[in-house]
């Protein structure tokens, strides 16, 4: 029998399927890597861009709410000051009778004999300036402010007997302080 020898045509065979697995390998090396090219720089990408584009989104709501967070703010402050205003306007409208009330008691409490020549008011503070016939009629004037019920507090300043002889046609000049206060039955709202 004839000896045939196989070995070089499986070598062959061998080194072709090898060769061929090789290239298969490659391309599916290529394939992977073109795949992941495409995921890392396409989709991953992309999804990069959505997320930019979400977040310009947000970053443009939120600065039309702080704008609209300022507006709010100017919008306070405007009606706080409306509310000071109105509040001098009512603690005004509240004092009206008040100072009715005030003069009227100076004239009431003032006794014979003694007149006022000028006044001052600071707040709740009344300077008074005036003249009387003489020293008693001041003590007087000051006993009748103690027991009325819009003033009080009366402090003697200044006392001075005009003339040389002191005579009571001449009078002395005086200079009272004392205080404007609400009776507690009336409503100060």
């Known amino acids: 029998m004839a000896q045939i020898n196989l070995l070089p045509w499986r070598e062959k065979l061998r080194k072709q399927r090898q060769r061929d697995f090789g290239l298969l390998a490659l391309g599916a090396l290529m394939v992977t890597v073109l795949g992941m090219g495409y995921w890392g720089f396409i989709y991953v990408q992309g999804m990069v861009d959505h997320q930019g584009d979400r977040n310009r989104f947000l970053e443009n709501e939120i600065a039309l709410v702080d704008k609209q967070i300022v507006e709010i703010k100017e919008l306070e ?6 509310i000071a205003r109105m509040k001098v306007i009512e603690n005004l409208q509240v004092s009206r009778p008040q100072i009715v009330h005030m ?15 000028s006044l001052a008011q600071s707040r709740r503070s009344l300077s008074l300036n005036g003249r009387a016939q003489s020293n008693a009629r001041v003590s007087a004037y000051m006993r009748n402010i103690e027991t009325s019920p819009w003033l009080s507090a009366p402090k003697l300043k200044i006392i001075e007997s005009k003339g040389k002889d002191k005579s009571a046609a001449v009078g002395s000049t005086f200079q009272l302080g004392l205080k404007q206060v609400v009776p507690k039955g009336v409503a100060a709202r």
Do not use: I, S
């Not at 402050?77 to 409306?82: A, D, V």
């Not at 003069?103 to 020549?117: H, I, N, R, S, W």
């Open 77 to 82: 402050n405007t009606r706080q000051k409306l």
């Open 103 to 117: 003069f009227d008691e100076l004239v009431t409490v003032l006794p014979d004999g003694a007149y006022l020549t």
